[in-house]
């Protein structure tokens, strides 16, 4: 019986001692954005501890830094939702300018305005179509803060809930995220399936949407919701 399993260990036992030294060889000095990622995850806020070993840094090789990582920790959103913000915090959606750059067929201008080249930023926050419906949707929640203007989104979000009370900044969040997705959905019908840009069909939606998102377990956005709405 101890014949069969000698191999066994002996395999382990190499396999262990390779794993140790190309742990040591690729992990050892970290790269420095190595040691941020951990810092930003570390929940205590304490940043890089002695007791890191490589193999735990191993874990967050080839991770990528997210400036909006609080706006996605502190809302509620499906994490489909949650994904897309994240892609457009790394400019990685399918807009015009991106298929420009990738040498793709496109549309000349943006959807909703037919002015101006078709950014994500343009899309989100400096569009006038989509300006008014941020204004809407935060007078809607009476929401004081100001509506995103040329800011990238998460630059915009963190004024915004400096400007909020502390019991209405994780509904902010929520909405931030929902918003923005029923922008880019919209655009979508519209680039996809023809249908024309709407500011009331918008405004419609999102309020559907919210109410639904606070019946799914979106407390946060359940505080900033007009109490009038009729959650059916
Ligand atoms: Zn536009």
Redesign the pocket.
């Known amino acids: 019986m101890a014949s069969r399993t000698m191999p066994g260990r002996a395999t382990f036992a190499a396999t262990w001692a390779s794993t140790r030294s190309a742990s040591t060889c690729c992990f050892g000095a970290p790269p420095k954005t190595l040691h941020s990622t951990i810092s930003q995850t570390n929940s205590t806020g304490d940043g890089p501890r002695a007791e890191h070993t490589p193999r735990c840094l191993a874990t967050f090789h080839g991770s990528v830094a997210c400036d909006s990582w609080q706006l996605t920790w502190r809302s509620w959103a499906p994490p489909r939702v949650k994904f897309f913000l994240w892609l457009v915090s790394l400019d990685r959606c399918w807009t015009a300018d991106r298929l420009r750059r990738h040498g793709l067929q496109h549309h000349p201008r943006?959807v909703?305005?037919?002015?101006?080249p078709?950014t994500m930023r343009?899309?989100l926050v400096t569009?006038?179509?989509?300006r008014q419906v941020w204004h809407e949707t935060l007078s809607w929640l009476r929401l004081a803060c100001r509506p995103p203007d040329r800011e990238a989104l998460n630059d915009w979000w963190l004024h915004a809930k400096r400007e909020t009370p502390k019991a209405m900044r994780k509904g902010l969040a929520t909405i931030t995220h929902l918003t923005a997705w029923l922008l880019w959905k919209h655009r979508n019908s519209c680039v996809f399936d023809g249908e024309q840009p709407s500011m009331t069909l918008l405004s419609a939606r999102i309020r559907e949407e919210a109410a639904l998102w606070v019946r799914a377990g979106a407390v946060g956005l359940g505080v900033v919701l007009p109490i009038t709405w009729d959650v059916h």
């Open positions: 943006c909703f305005c037919d002015q101006e078709e343009h899309l569009c006038p179509f989509s």
